[in-house]
């Protein structure tokens, strides 16, 4: 069972930046693919990034330019670096791996 814990979620005003931390509980990341959800109370959960075994990325459009997702030196980290963030970007992000094991969820508020 993998255990997946986010943090780094708080309140910030537009056009700040942010950095979301998704820790595993064994040094997995490094194998299959890790991605960043995000979502709103009564909206479907939409991907947001994704960082693949071989290292290859892709994001939505709406994160293009702004948001970059990396692996930690330490395999079992990825981070979500979040810059010019927007009203929008508000939601609860959730760290995904393998499409299998979420974590909790950290909130995200953009102030305008």
């Known amino acids: 069972q993998v255990q997946l814990v986010e943090s780094g979620g708080g309140l910030v005003q537009t056009g700040g930046s942010l950095r979301l931390s998704c820790a595993a509980s064994s040094s997995i990341f490094s194998y299959d693919a890790v991605a960043w959800y995000r979502q709103n109370p009564g909206k479907q959960r939409e991907l947001v990034a994704i960082?693949?075994?071989?290292?290859?990325?892709n994001y939505a459009d709406s994160v293009k330019g702004r948001f970059t997702i990396s692996r930690g030196n330490a395999k079992n980290t990825v981070y979500l670096q979040m810059n010019s963030l927007k009203p929008e970007d508000t939601a609860v992000y959730y760290c995904n791996y393998n499409r299998v094991f979420w974590g909790q969820g950290t909130q995200v508020t953009v102030s305008s």
């Open positions: 960082i693949r075994g071989g290292g290859d990325t």
